[in-house]
């Protein structure tokens, strides 16, 4: 069953919701002890669709989702997700309230945070809490043993908030050298008896991000925050053969083409007539540009595909625009491959992020809402 976000475009991105459900059961299955995988779907679901992609991974088996901002967590709730969200980003204290009656989780790292937010919390209201320590990330986070101490027991005085959770997150856990990983992890160790020093037990311990919950299952507590793996894309390439089953790909982005020309040699074409026909060629216009998120670096070297074969992108892209050299004359609403595969030919999100000097996460973000979704379930 596939079903489209409203839009007369003949460009858009798919998004295989039957691919992110595969991800998040075979990911579960890594496990000994019992998990709970909290599906992360910040940045619109990492540009894939924050609501989709949500129904999609809980259906699959998650029991958690998680967002960088409170506002993601309001258009999950307004859109019927009712599982517990966790905002692993700082929300004002003041938001404190509107987040217990809507049974959104908090993170807190700042004595002076609880009180506030406390203050705004209306007696008999309870709002569930993940404390953060920062074990060497060097973002959000409480430190030193003083700052983790004077935090307890600020804590103990806010009868109206519940520490639901701790974590920690890890800066280096999709690099093939280990030594740094595992100081962190020793360090999250300490911080955790710490902790437990002013209060016994948390229903919830977590530090897996992806390639954590991939490489080290038993290093990830009881539960795991599954983001770009969920999508089927490699944190990084140098660690994909460590992963103990192949992920599949969500994202795939397509269009047709719009216009086909046949140019005599030294024609230019595209903004500032970079591009120059060295013979005969057939140049095709493809309506996408970099207002959709396909950026101007895509031009270097850059590919796509046309009825199975690759074809390059020539001259600048333009704001709505991409111009290609086909290999062979294709006619008008013939299908083009931007990141996916035709036949037996794929580009995927990986060759387009190293086109980029970047990384796998920012290429489907990057795409941007005039691209219309198709969901394939």
Not at 329 to 337: F, I, S, Y
Not at 339 to 345: A, T
């Amino acid at each position: 069953m596939a079903y489209k976000t409203a839009s007369t475009r003949e460009t858009w991105a798919e998004i295989r919701l039957d691919y992110i459900q595969y991800n998040v059961r075979e990911t579960k299955k890594q496990f000994d002890q019992d998990i709970h995988v909290m599906a992360m779907v910040k940045a619109d679901g990492y540009g894939h669709g924050a609501v989709e992609t949500a129904k999609a991974a809980l259906a699959a088996g998650a029991e958690f989702i998680g967002v960088a901002l409170f506002d993601e967590a309001l258009e999950l709730r307004d859109a019927g997700i009712a599982a517990p969200i966790l905002v692993l980003g700082r929300t004002r204290p003041e938001d404190a309230a509107i987040a217990a009656k809507r049974h959104i989780r908090l993170t807190a790292f700042q004595k002076e945070w609880l009180l506030e937010a406390e203050s705004h919390l209306e007696v008999g209201t309870t709002l569930s809490i993940h404390i953060k320590l920062d074990t060497g990330m060097g973002r959000f986070g409480l430190v030193e043993d003083a700052e983790i101490h004077d935090f307890m027991q600020t804590l103990k005085i806010c009868s109206r908030l519940k520490a639901e959770g701790l974590y920690t997150h890890f800066a280096t856990a999709d690099e093939k050298e280990a030594d740094y990983f595992q100081q962190q992890y020793a360090c999250f160790l300490e911080r955790i008896q710490l902790v437990k020093t002013h209060i016994d037990t948390f229903d919830f311990i977590h530090c897996g991000n992806s390639a954590a919950s991939l490489r080290y299952p038993d290093q990830c507590f009881n539960m795991i925050r599954l983001g770009i793996a969920m999508y089927g894309l490699s944190p990084s390439k140098e660690v994909e053969d460590e992963f103990p089953f192949p992920l599949k790909t969500a994202f795939s982005l397509h269009s047709r083409i719009a216009q086909v020309k046949k140019v005599p040699a030294g024609t230019n074409i595209g903004y500032g007539c970079t591009y120059v026909s060295d013979t005969e060629e057939w140049i095709a216009t493809i309506p996408i540009g970099y207002a959709d998120g396909w950026y101007r670096w895509h031009a270097k070297n850059g590919e796509v595909l046309v009825n199975g074969r690759r074809a390059p992108i020539v001259g600048r892209i333009c704001m709505d625009q991409v111009m290609i050299r086909l290999p062979v004359h294709a006619p008008v609403g013939t299908k083009v491959t931007l990141v996916g595969s035709q036949g037996d030919e794929v580009i995927t999100v990986m060759e387009v992020a190293e086109r980029l000097q970047t990384i796998t996460y920012e290429i489907p973000c990057m795409i941007s809402h005039r691209v219309p979704r198709l969901y394939i379930k």
